[in-house]
């Protein structure tokens, strides 16, 4: 059972661009929700994580704009840069006990 | 601050054979997971421990897979026999105990059934 469903699977951008990544959620029991970013080869790193009392959160050109009623977020990536060219996990958890559970993944492509 | 150790890095085997990993956390961590990630996917975990207790093994195949933490610091994941369906990158992960606590990832075991 997909509990975090993500969308698109793979996305191209041109530098500069705004890259914009969806994810809903079934579990209203998830309160945590976390963004990491993986390279070939590498494990997931976390990249920015929001808790549902916020609407929105900005760390860099990194945004996480969160709808609780909807069961939806999304991560904007501003500027993009070939750099941010990688995969894209969103993620959500019961935050007492850290279980996560993890989107499909987007691929992201930043042209130069 | 040393990170998430894991080895090997890539693992070759026939199905019905048996394989081990072997993942060692970051200093101070209590809390340790297994995620496989099998290609195109996101990680599903596996299993996790706080400190060298089972706090949620409902996604592993217990008919096949077993896992241990001993003394509460380094981790075994084991699969025997291994099937087809196996092949996958096993990922490792560890964090502190507590709300909110990001969860640091090693870099994988890539494992190919042939």
């Known amino acids: 059972q997909q509990q975090v469903k993500q969308s698109p699977q793979s996305l191209i951008v041109q530098k500069g661009g705004i890259s914009i990544i969806n994810c809903a959620y079934e579990n209203t029991a998830f309160d945590y929700f976390p963004w990491y970013q993986q390279f070939p080869g590498k494990g997931p790193a976390l990249l920015i994580a929001i808790r549902p009392d916020v609407s929105e959160k900005k760390e860099g050109r990194f945004t996480i704009s969160f709808n609780k009623s909807a069961k939806q977020f999304s991560l904007h990536i501003m500027d993009s840069q070939p750099g941010d060219s990688a995969t894209y996990f969103c993620a959500a958890s019961v935050a007492i006990n850290n279980d996560m559970r993890f989107g499909a993944g987007t691929r992201l492509t930043v042209k130069p | ?114």
């Open chain 2, 1 to 114: 601050e040393a990170g998430v150790a894991q080895s090997p890095r890539y693992k070759i085997i026939e199905k019905r054979q048996s394989v081990a990993f072997w993942c060692n956390p970051i200093s101070g961590h209590a809390t340790l997971y297994w995620y496989q990630q099998i290609l195109g996917q996101g990680p599903k975990l596996l299993i996790q421990f706080q400190n060298n207790g089972v706090v949620d093994d409902s996604q592993l195949p217990k008919d096949r897979f077993s896992a241990e933490r001993l003394k509460g610091v380094d981790s075994t994941l084991k699969i025997q026999p291994a099937k087809l369906e196996d092949s996958a990158v096993y990922l490792c992960a560890s964090s502190s105990t507590g709300r909110d606590q990001p969860q640091h990832f090693g870099d994988g075991t890539r494992l190919s059934i042939l």
